[in-house]
């Protein structure tokens, strides 16, 4: 299997777009049938501690976070603007290709001040699905163990 | 008409390029002749206002708009850095391509403090002109209504 | 010689990507064997002010820097996040291609705080070394003068 590079940016360009519109349908649909999701500060993740923010090791939890989301966003006070990096290749092996790329995500409020609220490492292993790259398991690396009122929304 | 992958990221990064250096000419040969360029609040946008901090319909009205800022920018007393995500393409057709990329601007001013200025969203509509690609809508959306000194600056 | 676009991306992407691991010595081989790298304020350059903060005219100038900075990295108490925006090409002669992009780093400190640390534009001269391209001259040109404790890390 080789993987086209262009893809690799549009499927990350369309993560922080459908993340940003909160169209977490089609963000949903950027994932492949079995997959995961895990958000956790980069410390944790260092030193072995499997401790998340975000834990969806099935793509029902996934779903059914998503779901909740979809609730919680009826009183949604902010809005978000990703901004994703250039990735990186790591390895290509077994159909599947792993990959890196640093993330800010600004914050506005319901004032109209705009923040820095968290960045990050992505580390995406992707996959090829009918033809289609989607994400078959993503780590997000939060610089920080601090990040305020997280569970509001995927990052 | 197809469209190259490559030069729509090459034009977004004239685009940021020419502005942090003041090169409003050459920004302003990013746009094709009969062009449109409009900044406005996203929440503006999305309630259907189309009030917008700077509205140029015709070219005209952005070389007006342009020049009236070389004059301005003798006094200019900070510096743009502007960072453009990866562009998502939403449509392609009728010879032209749309295509949504998110940005940052950072400012400097000249106690040399830097500080994230302005978080929001492009959406462009790029059409081929002898050969080149050229912006022949853009709509900077903000995500903050509350933009101080916007007027100094394109963004 | 003609250059690979894509691998002027890969090559930024790896840039950032081995300086917020901490991996020096990978950072280093993006290098060429003879190579230039420094970083000053954008003000003392466009006055023609050779005083950088960092001056590594020689490849063994920047071996020492790195040794220095492994050194000093044990006591490190922050971590770097970079986005490289979308590279713009000015040039391309001689073997070479002379490359611009805007960058952010935005730094994470001990107690968890998050904090744009600085903004500017890196000025890339890239060569071909056995088929891959590396940095043969490079200028970080910061935003401010005013940027703190810099010394304890590349940009």
Redesign the interface.
């Known amino acids: 299997v080789s993987f086209d590079?262009?893809a690799i940016?549009?499927l990350?360009?369309?993560y922080?777009?459908r993340l940003?519109h909160g169209d977490y349908e089609a963000w949903l649909r950027l994932f492949a049938a079995p997959c995961r999701y895990n958000v956790m500060p980069?410390e944790n993740h260092e030193r072995g501690l499997p401790v998340g923010l975000i834990s969806c090791n099935t793509r029902a939890a996934l779903e059914d976070r998503i779901e909740a989301l979809q609730q919680a966003n009826k009183f949604n006070i902010h809005?978000d603007?990703?901004?994703?990096?250039?990735?990186?290749?790591i390895a290509e092996a077994d159909g599947g290709i792993e990959v890196?790329?640093?993330?800010?995500v600004?914050q506005?409020d319901q004032?109209?001040?705009?923040?820095?609220f968290?960045?990050?490492?992505y580390r995406l292993r992707l996959t090829l699905a009918a033809g289609s790259l989607r994400i078959g398991d993503m780590l997000v690396l939060l610089?920080?163990?601090?990040v305020p009122s997280l569970l509001a929304t995927p990052l």
């Not at 603007?81 to 290749?89: D, E, K, S």
């Not at 968290?118 to 490492?121: D, E, F, K, Q």
């Not at 610089?143 to 601090?146: H, N, R, S």
């Open positions: 590079r262009l940016l549009d990350l360009a369309e922080g777009g940003d980069r809005s603007r990703h901004l994703i990096g250039l990735p990186r290749v890196e790329a640093p993330f800010t600004c506005t004032e109209g001040e705009t923040r820095l968290a960045t990050g490492l610089d920080t163990f601090a």
